[in-house]
Nanobody, 120 residues
Framework: QVQLVESGGGSVQAGGSLRLSCAASGSIFSINAMGWYRQAPGNQRDLVTTITSGGSTNYADSVKGRFTISRDNAKNTVYLQMNSLKVEDTGVYYC??????????????WGQGTLVTVSS
């Protein structure tokens, strides 16, 4: 079974920092893009940031300069460092990965979600 497991959510005051992690496990041959999405209460799930296997990154305008995505390909893990957090960053954060399995299946995986709450 191939899956993503997230960790690192929690509660923080505005201006604080949190770091999220997401590890892929199972019969993985390779991982292409990995990323983070978030869903605020009552809203749709929106893209926060992505990173390719080569390290190219993309950020939503709302998080540029505050959030940093990185990945450790040897550990099949992606990280999200969130600094200068704002109340509007509150939501459930979901990890996403496009994975090729050892049996040549191409899968798009989602993590279980981790709650980030930023208070004023």
């Amino acid at each position: 079974q191939v899956q993503l497991v997230e960790s690192g959510g929690g509660s923080v005051q505005a201006g604080g920092s949190l770091r999220l992690s997401c590890a892929a496990s199972g019969s993985i041959f390779s991982i292409n893009a990995m990323g983070w999405y978030r869903q605020a209460p009552g809203n749709q799930r929106d893209l926060v940031t992505t990173i390719t296997s080569g390290g190219s990154t993309n950020y939503a305008d709302s998080v540029k300069g505050r959030f940093t995505i990185s990945r450790d390909n040897a550990k099949n893990t992606v990280y999200l460092q969130m600094n200068s957090l704002k109340v509007e960053d509150t939501g459930v954060y979901y990890c996403n990965a496009k994975v090729r399995t050892v049996t040549a299946r191409n899968l798009e995986l989602w993590g279980q979600g981790t709650l980030v709450t930023v208070s004023s």
